[in-house]
């Protein structure tokens, strides 16, 4: 009998441990993300993590447009991470997305540390120093 009401707690405490984790007072793993249905083709077919960051930069842009990269896109015009993904808004209100995330490693690369970094409850102020001091060796800043 002893037996089956350790194994009882064991079942009530492992099935208890999801609620309890969502309690834990850290940010969590849920970031918003804007939905893939709404992403250009493109951007639907392409890997995982590129599909993410754009999903991600497009629905956190106060975030995205204190992010700098690092790729060389500064001479392309690109002012941030942001415009990496987003090259503005046409007169309808709708975006217009910048394929040039699609082929670059370092812009989704900063967009991964970004999600990552904030999942773990970092400011935007300790991501921006982060993302400067890892990507700084591969050329200049798009921000001042």
């Given amino acids: 009998m002893r037996r089956y009401h350790l194994l009882f707690l064991l079942i ?12 834990s007072g850290q940010s969590g793993s849920q970031l ?9 083709a ?8 590129v599909a993410e960051a754009y ?20 001479a392309m015009g690109h002012s941030s991470n942001y415009a990496c ?3 503005g808004v046409d007169d309808d209100g709708q975006l217009i997305f910048d394929p040039h995330a699609l082929g670059c490693g370092i812009c989704v690369d900063i967009t991964q ?4 970094l904030q999942r773990q409850g970092r400011s935007v102020v300790e ?16 921000m001042p």
């Fill in 12 to 23: 009530v405490a492992l099935a208890a441990l999801p609620v309890l984790s969502g309690c």
């Fill in 32 to 40: 918003e993300m804007a939905p893939l249905e709404q992403m250009p």
């Fill in 42 to 49: 493109e951007v639907r077919s392409a890997p995982a993590v």
């Fill in 55 to 74: 999903r991600f930069a497009v629905a956190n842009p106060d975030v995205m447009k204190q992010i700098p990269c690092y790729c060389g896109c500064g």
């Fill in 85 to 87: 993904y987003v090259a």
């Fill in 113 to 116: 540390d970004v999600i990552r």
């Fill in 127 to 142: 991501i921006r120093a982060f993302i400067d001091q890892t990507y700084s060796q591969y050329g200049p800043s798009n």
